[in-house]
């Protein structure tokens, strides 16, 4: 049997759309948008009206708790899907909220890093109001190149903390499957 590890894989960009601004979905055509992009239910919006991406409202935590999706907010049904950095998939946990499948592919086409349009994470944190907080692992990725993305498709997920914050974890659940989303690799990098 063939054992990789992601220290040995040589990440290399997929190719993904030029168009950066997909049609939004029906199901998401109440949502506010931002530049043509529908605004995930769990994005905090400031005092004065910005959309915060990439940091947490505290909906989040209900998402979580409550398995509800993190970009329309609805109930979560089976199949559900986790959307995963690189770094997140030897933990099997994530900070990330579970979507539905169809939410999970209006979010790879839409999202720019989770699409693989950015090839860092922003250099500065964003000003957030008192009610707001950043991610526990946003200082690590201030100017960090950004990382590949993957699907887990999953029946279900357990709650737990890590790093000080509450994460969706499928370490005692089998993953229906794994797909890379902006990411591949050569079968080299299996033999190595």
Same mark, same amino acid.
């Given at each position: ?9 040589? %990440?290399?960009?997929?190719?993904? /759309?030029? @168009?950066?601004?997909?049609?939004? *979905? ?6 506010? +948008? ?9 994005? %905090? ?9 990439? /940091? ?5 935590? @209900? ?5 509800? !999706? #993190?970009? !329309?907010? &609805?109930?979560?049904?089976? %199949? ?8 997140? $998939? ?6 990330? *909220?579970?979507?539905? *499948?169809?939410?999970?592919?209006? =979010? =790879?086409?839409? !999202? ?6 950015? =090839?860092?994470?922003? /250099? +500065? %944190?964003?000003?957030? @109001? /008192?009610?707001? =907080? ?8 201030? #100017? ?19 790093? #000080? ?9 089998? *993953? ?5 989303? &902006? ?5 080299? @990098? $299996?033999?190595?």
């Amino acid at each position: 049997m063939w054992r990789v590890t992601v220290s040995t894989l040589t %990440p290399r960009r997929r190719a993904v /759309s030029s @168009d950066p601004v997909p049609p939004i *979905p029906a199901w998401l055509a109440d949502r506010p +948008t931002v530049g043509g992009l529908v605004v995930p239910w769990t994005t %905090p919006e400031t005092q004065d009206g910005r959309h915060v991406f990439g /940091s947490l409202h505290p909906r989040f935590r @209900d998402a979580l708790k409550r398995r509800l !999706c #993190g970009v !329309c907010g &609805n109930a979560l049904t089976r %199949p559900m899907v986790l959307l995963m950095r690189l770094s997140d $998939l030897p933990l099997k946990a994530t900070s990330e *909220p579970a979507l539905h *499948p169809q939410c999970s592919r209006y =979010t =790879t086409l839409a !999202c720019p890093m989770v699409a693989g349009r950015r =090839t860092h994470y922003r /250099s +500065t %944190p964003v000003r957030l @109001d /008192s009610s707001m =907080t950043h991610s526990a692992d946003t200082g690590s990725r201030l #100017g960090a190149p950004a990382e590949p993305w993957f699907a887990v498709w999953l029946n279900g997920y357990d709650v737990i903390e890590l790093n #000080g914050a509450l994460a969706a974890s499928y370490r005692e659940i089998e *993953p229906l499957r794994i797909r890379p989303i &902006n990411f591949t690799f050569s079968l080299s @990098d $299996l033999l190595r």
